[in-house]
Nanobody, 132 residues
Framework: QVQLVESGGQLVQAGGSLRLSCAAS????????MGWFRQAPGKEREFVAA????????NYADSVKGRFTISRDNAKNMVYLQMNSLKPEDTAEYYC?????????????????????????WGQGTQVTVSS
């Protein structure tokens, strides 16, 4: 059974930092694009960051660019999201996602998968709350 389990979410003050972790089990995702999404109450799930299979390409939403960093450790089947300079508008449930495609296209190598429906596996989420 494939599982993605997020951890690391908590209440933090504005300007603070958090590191989210995503542990994959049931299969290896070392060849797959991984992503982070978030969803605030009353809003649609939105793209945060994506990373290519070997970490060579990363992409970020404009709202987090320069503050968040996505990384991965394929040996541990883990993906991380380092979040710095947090703002109240970053408050949301954060989800880890995996795309099962390995098609060797430019999109695959660049990890330019921005839509939630492009990802096949999802975690249950971890709550991040940023107080002002």
């Amino acid at each position: 059974q494939v599982q993605l389990v997020e951890s690391g979410g908590q209440l933090v003050q504005a300007g603070g930092s958090l590191r989210l972790s995503c542990a994959a089990s049931g299969r290896t995702f070392s060849s797959n694009t991984m992503g982070w999404f978030r969803q605030a109450p009353g809003k649609e799930r939105e793209f945060v960051a994506a990373i290519s299979w070997n970490g060579g390409s990363t992409n970020y939403a404009d709202s987090v660019k320069g503050r968040f960093t996505i990384s991965r450790d394929n040996a541990k089947n883990m993906v991380y999201l380092q979040m710095n300079s947090l703002k109240p508008e970053d408050t949301a449930e954060y989800y880890c996602a995996a795309d099962q495609r390995v098609d060797y296209t430019a999109t695959y190598y660049r990890a330019t998968y921005y839509r939630a429906n492009e990802y096949d596996y999802w975690g249950q989420g971890t709550q991040v709350t940023v107080s002002s």
